[in-house]
């Protein structure tokens, strides 16, 4: 009886242990998306931003040559 509910234990404990590591394999995936994504996001905040300071300077070119004509 008592190897029957050692057996019984340790099932339940393998199988506890599969479903959190199938959690944890969903969690670490969705991290990754995560990471990329924001990965993404940053690397063309950074190209928006490059490209208005060079929108800004042309303007900012341009008004200065109207002032000075």
Do not use: P
């Not at 242990?17 to 959690?23: A, L, P, Q, T």
């Amino acid at each position: 009886d008592q190897m029957s509910e050692d057996l019984i234990n340790a099932e339940n404990a393998f199988t506890d242990v599969k479903k959190r590591n199938e959690k944890l394999k969903l969690i670490i995936n969705e991290h990754k998306t995560n990471t990329e994504t924001l990965k993404r996001f940053s690397e063309e905040s950074v190209r928006y931003t490059e490209e208005q300071k060079q929108k800004y300077a042309v303007l900012k070119q341009h008004a200065q040559e109207k002032l000075n004509e």
